[in-house]
């Protein structure tokens, strides 16, 4: 095997954010890819097998690239380098960071940060009606209530609502103490805590007060008609088959849905069958309905989460392909059993 050498300018300025703390990313990027870095001065030598030397070089690129555009590089930002790397779309990574949504009251830029994501908020754009689907940590809900609150700002739509049913995860609301809104707000918190990052507190209580901005339990929703908003149906995996046929028939003129869940989260009572996997099944079909489903791949808190959401995601197919093997030997007894009798 032949010996490469690549040499990469790296300006000084964007060095500790290239190679982070203790150059933990040059790290991880010698040792996922099997290279090794060399740095003195503003030149950065990259050793190793050339097509190990030609994938490090473009993730290095890339994060300078983006140090330069102004991004705090995290871990995240490595690891998705490094996996798009081996699947030779190392270039998306700039392509997705050009993608601001809007900005939050600090004026920190939200934008997708995987190309799972990217095709999430364009299909938000160019859909009436988007499932967005996957584990926690994919940035689903996030990315929808960005999409809301700049389609308010632009006027394209005249109020955002936002929903999620009101399941108990093993508590019951009536065992809560106070009225009925501070039962129902824990459910809500999330999206608030959403809102207020990217209006600030006191833009969203000024337009919640007007009634332009309205959160609630899913149940409120029924009898009414919503025109001319922006709905985010949160949690979907919670709902009754019922309660999601009654959200789907609310939708009026004007207005633009996402619906998010975590199919693998369902906090139902045993036995109950979900609203979102009915929906999945029954408008698969329909154009005018997207449905974009997020990976592990796609999560962007700790990495450590990504593992988390990966092992999970293994576990439970290994758990069903396991059901599905019992299910046909105890088919096969049986059939054994019919024919000696």
Partial sequence: MSVKESLIELPAQYSSAVFGQLDEYAKKIERTLKVTIIARDSDVKVIGAEGAV??????????????????QITEQNVDYALSLAFEEKEDAILEIDTDIICRTITGKPIKPKTLGQKTYVDEIRDKMIVFGLGPAGTGKTYLAMAMAITAFKNNEVG????????????EKLGFLPGDLQSKVDPYLRPLYDALYQIMGAESFTANMEKGLIEVAPLAYMRGRTLDNAYIILDEAQNTTPAQMKMFLTRIGFGSKVVITGDLTQKDLPKDTTSGLDVAMKVLSKVDEIGMVKLTSQDV??????????????????????????SKQARTRNGEKNDNKH
């Fill in 300 to 325: 962007v808190r700790h990495p450590l989460v990504q593992k988390i959401v990966k092992a999970y995601e293994e576990y439970e197919s290994r758990m069903a392909k396991k059901q599905t093997r």
């Fill in 54 to 71: 030609k994938k490090a070089a473009g993730v290095l690129n890339n994060l300078i690239e983006l140090a330069r555009r102004g991004n």
């Fill in 159 to 170: 109020r955002i609502i936002l929903t999620r049913p009101a399941i108990e995860a093993g």
